[in-house]
């Protein structure tokens, strides 16, 4: 009898229960665990009755969706629903996911064909992110919505925050200017202040004008950014005068 799934998690059950600790959820069916760990080249080296993640992959990627947008859209109630969709986007594209897959180990735990494990696979963003999403595929079929959106929560909610006022500051811009064109039909300039440090490594000084007053100023690696900086400045500021 060939290499399948069911004796891929006879062979492979410690490992498999090593997972289970880090994720800190215990599948009823852990045939479920050991497919989300397949990689496709793994599969195709190996067996042609050993499948491979994608199709948990491809249900992960929904479930994400559906989870993050749930708990973001209860927990920045404040927020509109372009930047709950960007925010959410953030969260779960290929880097974002490929760093989460990372701070549990999950490359360690990956089946994959012996080129692509030569090939560093195990680093490579394309496929952690992918087989994050699988394991979260995984989690949801064996549990079910609760427990799965528990685990979400659990592994994403310490991001949250820190990826919003990533998403507010690269939004800063357009968000000024639609404040000041909505109440004074003008819109902002940006100045450059100055500029310092050598040409590998330049510190940008900009600040954002209107109406002849300073409303903030930012400093960054490149122009654009201190722009953004600025302009997030100059809406705090904006705010905190309710003008």
């Known amino acids: 009898m060939g290499l399948n799934i ?6 492979n059950k410690d490992r498999l229960c090593e997972f289970e600790k880090i994720l800190e959820y215990r599948f009823t069916d852990l045939r479920l665990l050991q497919r989300a760990l397949v990689h496709s080249s793994y ?33 920045y109630e404040e927020m509109r ?38 090939s560093k ?10 087989a994050y999403e699988a394991v979260v595929g995984a989690v949801f079929e064996d549990g079910g919505y609760e427990v799965v959106a528990s685990l979400v929560e659990r592994f994403f909610l310490p991001t949250f925050d820190g990826k919003k006022e990533e998403l507010l500051v690269a939004d800063s811009k357009s968000r000024l200017q639609e404040l000041l064109q909505e109440k004074y039909n003008e819109a902002p300039v940006y100045v450059l202040d100055g500029e310092e440090g050598p040409s ?14 300073v409303l ?10 201190a722009e953004q900086r600025a302009a997030a400045m100059a809406i705090a500021e904006l705010q905190a005068n309710n003008t």
């Open 200 to 213: 590998h490594k330049k510190l940008f000084s900009i600040s954002v004008i209107f109406r002849e007053q």
């Open 43 to 75: 599969a195709f080296e190996q067996s042609q009755d050993i499948e491979n993640n994608e199709k948990l992959e491809f249900l992960g990627d929904a479930v994400l969706d559906l989870v993050i947008g749930h708990i973001l859209s209860n927990r």
């Open 121 to 130: 696979g195990r680093q490579k963003a394309s496929i952690l992110s992918c």
């Open 6 to 11: 069911d004796s891929m998690v006879r062979m």
């Open 81 to 118: 629903e372009g930047q709950l969709t960007m925010l959410r986007a953030s969260l779960v594209n290929e880097q974002h996911l490929a760093k989460m897959a990372r701070e549990i180990s999950l490359g360690d735990f990956l089946y994959l064909g012996k080129g692509e494990d030569a």
């Open 216 to 225: 903030g100023s930012g400093q960054a690696g490149s122009k654009k950014v």
